[in-house]
């Protein structure tokens, strides 16, 4: 990939969060994610959590849409392709979402492109989950481990807040995250950030970090590349951040990648 290709964004920055060799794989092999069931599960839920909220922003009743909230679930669930997805749980989900989570969600947008250059960084872009009026930002997440009470200081949501202050001139107060534990009593559970110059200042140096090592990885495997060489990772050190994260990687070599940092034998741990 050329760097006048190159975009920074909320999943190119959670990658590296996540894996600095998942990082660098996904720039010179990338392929295809591998859908597994805690994935298809949450894609299925925001699935239906789209068509609830685009009623509820309206001020229709939840219960007006909710078989085509369910309805658009099970067509996630099919598109993915991941039989093992229990529709019951994904609807329990969507529908508990209205009842425990209480914002003004009048005006919200859902899903909204936004892409701007920014100094330091290039060309960046995301799509933000929910960006409530008030401008304030919040993502839904599906897990089996409820976020800690600082959970909401990630690079992701620092991101959104960077990306979206830099397009509009707007300040973000406050991001957070809607978390669906999937536990004996499931339930949504909030945990949320007040947006502060330091958060600012913290997110915009972590990615620019992202785009000097990118930058860096250019210059070094640029002539072994022109030879017709493999390019050498130099510029993301560092494995999974937890055994988990390999076992359904489409770079573990059990799964047909290169990666040469794959832990063998990882569990599904979170």
């Known amino acids: 990939m050329s760097l006048e290709e190159f975009h920074v964004s909320k999943s190119a920055l959670g990658r590296m969060d996540r894996c600095g060799s998942l990082a660098w794989h996904s720039i010179h092999y990338k392929r295809p994610t591998i859908p597994n069931e805690a994935m298809a ?76 250059p920014i100094e330091g960084l290039g060309e960046c872009q995301g799509y933000l989950d929910i960006r409530l009026a008030s401008h304030e930002i919040w993502d839904t997440k599906t897990s089996t481990k409820a976020k800690p009470a600082d959970g909401a200081r990630t690079l992701e949501l620092g ?15 406050r991001v957070g995250y809607w978390t669906y534990v999937r536990r004996q009593h499931p339930s949504w559970t909030e945990v949320s950030l007040e947006v502060t110059d330091e958060f600012r200042r913290w997110a915009y140096e972590s ?3 992202f785009v000097r090592a990118v930058q860096a990885d250019e ?8 030879q017709g060489l493999e390019p050498i990772n130099y510029t993301f050190p560092g494995g999974a951040r937890w055994p988990g994260l390999c076992k359904t990687c489409e770079h573990n070599p059990a799964n047909g990648g290169v990666c040469r940092l794959a832990i063998e034998g990882g569990t599904n741990g979170d």
């Open 41 to 116: 599960f949450g894609s299925a839920v925001d699935k239906g959590l789209g068509v609830a909220l685009k009623a509820i922003r309206a001020g229709i009743p939840y219960a007006e849409v909710r078989e085509s909230a369910h309805q658009a679930a099970a067509e996630e669930i099919v598109r993915n392709g991941v039989s093992e997805v229990d529709i019951e749980e994904v609807r329990t989900a969507i529908d508990a979402f209205p009842e425990q989570v209480h914002a003004d969600f009048a005006l919200c947008a859902l899903q909204e492109f936004v892409h701007t």
């Open 159 to 173: 991101f959104y807040v960077v990306l979206y202050e830099a397009a509009t001139g707007k300040r973000v107060p």
């Open 207 to 209: 990615a620019a970090a």
């Open 219 to 226: 210059v070094l495997n640029r002539s072994r590349i022109e």
